[in-house]
Structures are given as C-alpha cells and as structure tokens.
C-alpha cells in the first residue's frame, strides 16, 4: 500500500472518529449539510477551548506586554478597501463548461502534480488548456479569473453602495483599527502586542480536507508592534516562541517544518515570512504563519482615515509609526493537527485499539469514574463521591458505568481520556482506587485523599 493511501485511511479514521464520538459534525448535517462549515459537539467544543484557552495564557495572559482586544466581525466598508481586501483578497477560479460547478484552479493545477506559486492567471490558464486538464467531473474547463472571497452584506435597512459590509476574513484588521484606542487608554512600552481570538469567514471556492479549509473558522491573532530598527531581532523570537506553541500543542518537532517565503510569494505588505508547515494525513501543508508587515496597515490607516497613527516614546520627541510583526494561528488547522498526531493504533491482549494520545492539558475528559459493578450501590455510592470530588476540581471528569470495565477503558482510550479510576470493593475497606493510564494500560492502586488533594 502507497504511502498516499495509508495517510488517506488515516485521515478518514480520524474524521469517522470524530462524528463517531461526539467531536465534530458536518454542519447542517439533518439537512443535507452545507459545504465548508462544521459544528462542534461536546468533546471537541472541549478541545478547541482547550486549545484556545492554552493560546491566551501562553501569548497573553502570562505576558507583560500583550493586551486582548475583541473587535466587532462587521466593520466599516473602509476598513476592507484601505486594506487591500475589496480589490485582492481573490482566488484563482475556474468553472466546469458542463455542470457550472467552480473549483480553485491552483488546487486543480496542483492535484495535476503542477508548481503554481506564483503563477499568474494567464498562465494557469495556459497551462490547463496546454495540458488538457479536465474537471473532476471529467469536463471542460474555463479561462481561470479571480474570485473575491469575502462575504458581502448590508447594515441597516437600505441597501445601497454606503450600506455594504463584510464577514471579516480576518481577525488582524480588527487588531489594527484598535491599535490608537489601546494607545490612548494605555500608552504602552514598544515592543508590545494586541492580540485577538474570533470567527473569521471566506467564501472558499471548493473547501475541502476537513477542516483544514472551511469557509468559517476561527483565528488567534497577535499584532506586535516594534520600533521598525529591532524587526529582525524581535521576528527571530517569535519563531522561537511559534516553536513553544507546537510544542505546547505536543507536535512532533519532526512534523514542523519552516518555510521561508520566497518575495515573489509573499503577500504584497510582508517584508518577511515564514510559514510554518506541518506533517497532516493530507500532506505537508501550511500550520500557521509569522509575517513582518512593516508599517503597511497602521499608514493606510492614516492615509485613508486621516488619524494620526504615530507613536512617541516615552520622555523624548521621538515619534514614528510602529512596524509590525504578526503570528496568525488557526484553531482548526491546530485542532486538525493535534487531532492526527494523537490518532493511535495498538494492540492490547492482542485486540486492535485505537486511542487519542492527547496531551493531558488537552483533552477533553480528564477523569472517567467507575463503580467495578453498578448493582453494588455500596460501589456506587463510593464512587459518586470519588467523582463529585474530581469532579469540583478539575470540571472535566465524567462517571461511566455502561458496559464491563475493558469496554469502558476502549470507549474512554477513543477520546483521548488520561485516567480511568475505578472503585471496587477494596476501596470499601482501605479508600484506594484502580487508576489505569490510558498510553501504557498500566494500572495502579492511589488513595482517595491523594487523587482529590
């Protein structure tokens, strides 16, 4: 077998699991779905927030020099067109001549076994007509033009050209039109940082592997801001610091890759990128990614509102418009990413098992409660007090009496729990319980008080 079929079978391991067991759904599922968009069921609400909750400590709250902000999803027109995204926020798109459908023509190109960074649509479309590409329905296919991604709406009861706004595609320019405010409450030492977590929308022209590309996701986004003299030693500690996050993540640092961004790549407002890529079931693909914006956003800002984006260091006259480094992360794509490499195949007593190695910090369920057997309410009733004590300190423990015990450690091992704990009928007599590990199968005999304390 290919190694392309065995990532393949994993990858459709993972997403049966998560339907299967309560992580992720298809969105609008009861109605035929709609493409491109997932719900979240009560383990993997767990983990994103896990996840996220992880981010903000790391990047924010353990931090002097960062500041949260929350920014409205809709914003001024003004906002998108100074920022570049109304004229070139686009994909490359191309229309099946037969059935209408559209697809992303660099991903088609790509499939094909083509190199299309860089390439402009002149050129892919030359490529597909030169090579007979076809559809993936086997047709025809157009001239490749470009598609805007953003979803376009309208505030307020006229709709007119002044009522038009945007689904953000992203949490940075929320950051950016903040940035004066933050400065007038605060007045902040440079280098410092404002950072953001929220929904983020882009109208995908063909979303696929998962959630790896969805038209709503969400982001956690910092916008740091340095003296523009400093960029370079302040861009090589973020990536030591993006190393730190994969790390949190419990990432093989094998499967993290840096990709340094060639000029003709990079977006037009980066002076300096790296995208850090990782090892997915669907192949190396892009993670997150840390760009040095130079002064691009806060000067459009100025040019186009009009305010004053200058900072003045403290106790001199010295004034400049900051520069900015930015580390964009995306939930999904870290969800995806921990969700493949917990994804485990073993056999226990020579039956196959499979298990979510998650890191402890991570998963959804801490503890799992048992009684040995739950017609003995003597057992019961022990372990209900076991469990309601676990239970006020951690939160994520859950009680589990369905099935014998090898069925309950196999349903719990499947999403990821680190410790069983059972009660059986010595615990009665001495008030220590079975605590069995999920990555080894070991089990151990733990006192009550010490498991609670």
């Given at each position: 077998m290919s190694d392309k079929n065995i990532k393949n079978e994993k990858m459709e391991a993972i997403v049966s699991l998560a339907k299967r067991r309560g992580f992720i759904y298809q969105g609008s599922e009861v109605y035929g779905g709609l493409s491109g968009t997932w719900d979240y069921g009560p383990l993997g609400v767990t983990l994103k927030r896990n996840i996220m909750n992880l981010w903000w400590k790391m990047f924010v709250d353990?931090?002097?020099?960062?500041?949260?902000?929350?920014?409205?999803?809709?914003?001024?027109?003004?906002?998108?067109?100074?920022?570049?995204h109304v004229d070139t926020f686009t994909d490359p798109l191309v229309e099946d001549l037969e059935t209408k459908q559209?697809?992303?023509?660099d991903h088609l190109l790509k499939d094909a076994g083509y190199d299309v960074d860089g390439l402009s649509l002149e050129a892919m479309t030359k490529l597909i007509q030169d090579n007979t590409i076809k559809s993936p329905n086997g047709n025809e296919l157009s001239e490749v033009r470009t598609f805007n991604m953003m979803f376009k709406t309208t505030v307020g009861p006229v709709d007119d050209e002044s009522s038009i706004s945007y689904l953000r595609p992203e949490t940075a320019q929320g950051i950016f039109t903040n940035y004066k405010n933050i400065l007038d409450s605060y007045y902040p030492d440079l280098p410092f940082g404002l950072a953001?977590?929220?929904?983020?929308?882009?109208?995908?022209?063909?979303?696929?592997d998962f959630i790896f590309?969805?038209?709503?996701f969400e982001q956690m986004e910092i916008e740091y801001f340095i003296d523009p003299s400093t960029w370079e030693a302040e861009f090589e500690k973020w990536i030591g610091l993006v190393h730190e996050w994969t790390n949190a993540l419990g990432l093989p640092v094998e499967s993290v890759h840096e990709l340094e961004v060639g000029e003709a790549d990079r977006a037009h407002y980066?002076?300096?990128?790296?995208?850090?890529?990782?090892?997915?079931?669907?192949?190396?693909?892009?993670?997150?990614?840390?760009?040095?914006?130079?002064?691009?956003?806060?000067?459009n800002i100025q040019n186009a509102a009009g305010k004053n984006m200058e900072y003045t260091v403290k106790g001199t006259n010295t004034k400049f418009v900051p520069?900015?480094?930015?580390?964009?992360?995306g939930v999904e794509r870290a969800i995806m990413a921990v969700l493949s490499t917990a994804y485990t195949e073993d056999e226990?007593?020579?039956?196959?098992?499979?298990?979510?190695?998650?890191?402890?910090?991570?998963a959804p369920i801490k503890y799992a409660v048992s009684p040995l057997l739950k017609n003995k309410e003597e057992l019961v009733v022990k372990a209900r007090e076991v469990y309601d004590a676990l239970k006020k300190k951690h939160g994520n423990v859950v009680w589990d009496d369905?099935?014998?015990?090898?069925?309950?450690?196999?349903?719990?091992?499947?999403?990821?729990?680190?410790?069983?704990?059972?009660?059986?009928?010595?615990?009665?007599?001495?008030?220590?319980v079975t605590v069995r590990e999920r990555d080894s199968t070991e089990q151990r005999r733990v006192s009550i008080e010490e498991l609670c304390q």
């Open positions: 353990d931090r002097e020099d960062m500041y949260g902000v929350d920014a409205a999803i809709l914003m001024n027109q003004n906002v998108w067109k100074a920022s570049g559209r697809f992303r023509a953001q977590q929220g929904k983020a929308f882009r109208n995908e022209i063909s979303p696929r590309r969805s038209r709503e980066s002076k300096r990128t790296v995208d850090f890529e990782f090892d997915f079931p669907i192949g190396r693909e892009e993670l997150l990614g840390l760009a040095y914006r130079t002064d691009f956003d806060l000067m520069h900015v480094i930015e580390p964009s992360f226990v007593n020579g039956e196959k098992r499979i298990y979510l190695k998650l890191p402890e910090h991570l369905n099935g014998n015990i090898g069925k309950r450690y196999r349903r719990q091992d499947e999403i990821g729990t680190p410790y069983c704990v059972v009660i059986d009928f010595d615990s009665l007599e001495d008030n220590t």
